[in-house]
């Protein structure tokens, strides 16, 4: 492990975990370089949705969710990054505490609930970056209080489509009452159909067509799944980001198990590789599918791509290996490339589909 990423862990646990997170955040704002970047090898360049990805490991939606941030993310080493969630409105989110470490566990339970500064705050940041090169995608959402959640999507769409790389469609935080209902067929076929109007009519304006990726949940039984993919795929969305936390607790036994919010880490790998692949089952292989949940490590996101994965996301890995976790998976996954002699990292994608799509969703 990297010096930094040794002194990192007790230096911010020593803070409650919202607080490590801000000081995580002024500490990248500083520009220091902490780490080295990682390596560049054009065997982990990989092409999905019309974009070109140096490497295909992420920063997950949720830690730069004011677009503070995503250029120094970006020098860490990770291939892109995601900000957001950001709502029209700013919003203050749930009561502190709401963010828990479950340590044992290597594990987190959050309940934000949308926390952020709101469009126009990250608008004004991400247009001063317009024009320098890196992926910077924006997830959006919807305010709590909104008398119209489907039209906060849009306005979204709206607002970013000129200055990120790619735009994420976030129904899935279980943190926001009724949120989640959005993936229900109905609802989907609607806002989607929606969206997708607003991405278009933009796409005159901007020249150019914006993808659009759709956030989903773990917790989605066989048949909502197989919706999904259908309402996808009919809309016609540029892909599916799999997933974002669970309500589930299986696997985890710290004391702070017991907290409301999505649990995300170690414990969510599985049921989110297990959705990941059933979606790629259902979807088939032209559909960029980004994975997320517990990858920690080069094999898990190894593991990710053999499952059905283009493109992975991490968080909570970082918040227990350091800052310096991007780098060395992006090196030992260009070392994997070697040895293996493979041209493209992505020539493992859906390599090991069936042993994760089979299993049930228990
Ligand atoms: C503290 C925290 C805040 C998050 N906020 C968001 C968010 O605003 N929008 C979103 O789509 N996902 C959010 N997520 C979910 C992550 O993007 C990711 O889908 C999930 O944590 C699983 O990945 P991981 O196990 O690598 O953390 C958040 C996760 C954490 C831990």
């Known amino acids: 492990m990297h010096i930094i990423d040794r002194l990192t862990r007790p230096v911010l646990f020593a803070f409650d975990p919202e607080r490590a997170h801000e000081l995580s955040i002024a500490a990248l704002k500083t520009g220091i370089p902490f780490c080295s970047g990682g390596v560049q090898n054009s065997k982990l360049a990989v092409s999905v949705a019309g974009l070109n990805f140096p490497n295909p490991i992420g920063m997950a939606a949720g830690y730069d969710k004011n677009a503070e941030i995503p250029d120094a993310l970006l020098n860490l080493g990770f291939g892109f990054a995601e900000c957001g969630t950001v709502t029209p409105k700013p919003q203050e989110g749930n009561p502190r505490p709401r963010i828990f470490r479950l340590t044992r566990d290597r594990a987190v339970i959050n309940r934000l609930g949308f926390n952020n500064e709101g469009h126009a705050q990250a608008l004004a940041r991400l247009s001063l970056r317009k024009g320098k090169s890196g992926i910077v995608g924006v997830n959006i ?175 909570t890995g970082m918040v227990f290996a350091g800052p310096g976790l991007p780098a060395r998976i992006v090196s030992r996954l260009a070392a994997y490339a070697e040895a293996n002699g493979l041209n493209s990292i992505a020539e493992i994608r859906d390599s090991n589909i069936k042993p994760w799509a089979d299993r049930p969703l228990a």
């Open 141 to 315: 959402g919807a305010n709590r209080d909104s008398s119209d959640r489907m039209a906060d999507y849009e306005e979204g769409v709206r607002t970013f489509a000129a200055v990120a790389s790619y735009l994420t469609i976030n129904i899935s935080s279980p943190n926001t009452t009724g949120l989640r209902g959005l993936q229900d067929r109905e609802n989907l076929s609607e806002l989607l159909q929606r969206v997708m109007r607003v991405r278009n009519e933009q796409a005159a304006l901007i020249k150019r067509k914006v993808p659009v990726f759709l956030k989903i949940a773990p917790d989605l039984s066989e048949e909502a799944l197989a919706d999904i993919a259908q309402e996808v795929l009919e809309k016609g969305l540029d892909g599916l980001i799999v997933s974002n936390t669970t309500l589930s607790r299986e696997g985890v036994s710290a004391p702070a198990a017991s907290e409301t919010g999505g649990l995300s880490g170690e414990p969510l790998f599985e049921r989110s590789t297990i959705v990941l692949a059933k979606m790629r089952r259902l979807v088939g292989p032209a559909l960029p599918i980004i994975g997320v949940g517990g990858v920690h490590s080069a094999e898990t996101a190894l593991e990710k791509m053999r499952a059905g994965a283009d493109l992975v996301q991490l968080y």
